[in-house]
């Protein structure tokens, strides 16, 4: 089967397609034939090598997390998917190796793609809707009367979160760039702040819960903008100030301080993904698509969203 491989860290031009051996399958797991893949940012960090301490330098290096695609074979011991059924999912983070024609992922991990949309729709959803799910629900404990600002919310993650925050209920205020605003009112945000003409942190409004969905933040930057139980949740906590505060605000909420900080780590999972499938049946939930590519060109796949501009998700076509 055709995969891409990485045989060293560096550019997008690392990145080759090379014949490759079928995963195998084994008992509890699901061989998918993969139609599309989306990009992540954590692909491009694991192409260059600045997320190694993490993913190991194990050559030749298989990437990708999402897949949509149809089953092909089912281990032994599979009992909610069979040949042919219609598939998504995250694979884990020790497997990976989406961009390729197959790829075999536990069946914990899969859910079957909502009758209205198609494969390319399905491989945008995993990671990032997973991950906006998650920080909403569980970081947050998001509830329906709460107000919730997005930061970032044009992106894969943040796009997810304004329409999960508002299927729940919620009060959205999205924040994006500008070239991003139509787009973002169109996912059904209540209010769209362009970060370029102004400042959120700045202004008096005050949320039950931000989300910076693009680690841009801190929760030092944004502890005005919370209510007395505000709970601030990134994606990235990669700046001294948000691990300080993961440490000091559990010991001032025994003095009674109430605002929390959290940092969401995605965990692939099935259940969590027939969650979001509810809401895409329910046609509360859509990806925001911004274009695609073939698998042979995944390197401008890459070098596109390295740009951090990119509208919604970015797509693989596989096959
Ligand atoms: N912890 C986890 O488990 C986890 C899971 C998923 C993602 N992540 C991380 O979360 C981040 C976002 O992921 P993603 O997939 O949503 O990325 P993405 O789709 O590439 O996000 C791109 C968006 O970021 C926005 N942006 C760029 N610079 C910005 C800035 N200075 N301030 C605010 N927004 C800015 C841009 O929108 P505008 O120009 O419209 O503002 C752009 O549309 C990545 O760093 C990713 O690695 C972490």
Redesign the pocket.
């Known amino acids: 089967m055709k995969a891409v491989v990485i045989r060293k860290f560096g550019p997008p031009d690392v990145m080759k397609v090379e014949e490759v051996e079928r995963p195998a399958v084994p008992d509890s797991g699901v061989l998918v034939r993969v139609r599309y893949s989306s990009v992540?940012?954590?692909d491009w960090?694991i192409r260059n090598g600045s997320l190694k301490f993490i993913y190991g330098s194990r050559f030749p290096m298989k990437l990708g997390f999402d897949i949509a695609g149809e089953v092909e074979e089912t281990g032994r011991s599979v009992t909610r998917f069979s040949k042919g059924d219609r598939v998504f999912g995250m694979l884990n983070y020790k497997v990976r190796g989406a961009y390729a024609e197959f790829a075999c992922a536990d069946e914990n991990l899969l859910a079957l793609i909502p009758w209205n949309i198609d494969f390319a729709e399905a491989a945008a959803i995993p990671?990032?809707g997973l991950?906006a799910f998650q920080a909403l629900h569980y970081k947050g404990a998001m509830e329906g009367y709460d107000s919730v600002l997005i930061?970032?919310?044009?992106?894969?993650?943040?796009?997810f979160g304004v329409q999960i925050a508002k299927a729940a209920g919620c009060n959205v205020t999205a924040?994006?760039?500008?070239?991003?605003v139509e787009h973002?009112k169109a996912l059904g945000a209540d209010r769209v702040i362009d970060?370029l003409k102004q400042d959120f942190t700045k202004m008096p409004d005050k949320y039950d819960i931000i989300v910076d969905?693009?680690?841009?933040l801190t929760y030092f930057r944004v502890r005005r903008n919370l209510t007395k139980e505000g709970r601030y949740i990134t994606?990235?906590p990669n700046k001294p100030a948000d691990i300080a505060c993961f440490l000091l605000l559990p010991i001032l909420s025994f003095f009674g301080y109430r605002k929390s900080s959290a940092?969401?780590?995605?965990r692939p999972g099935g259940e969590d993904l027939s969650r979001l499938s509810l809401l895409v049946k329910e046609k509360k939930l859509a990806p925001l698509i911004d274009r695609t590519f073939d698998l042979e060109d995944v390197a401008a796949a890459h070098a596109y969203?390295e740009t951090?501009?990119?509208?919604?998700?970015?797509l693989i076509k596989i096959g």
């Open positions: 992540n940012p954590v960090r990671l990032t991950t930061n970032g919310a044009s992106g894969g993650v943040g796009s924040v994006c760039g500008t070239d991003h973002v970060r969905a693009v680690g841009k994606t990235l940092f969401v780590s995605v969203s951090g501009s990119a509208k919604g998700k970015i």
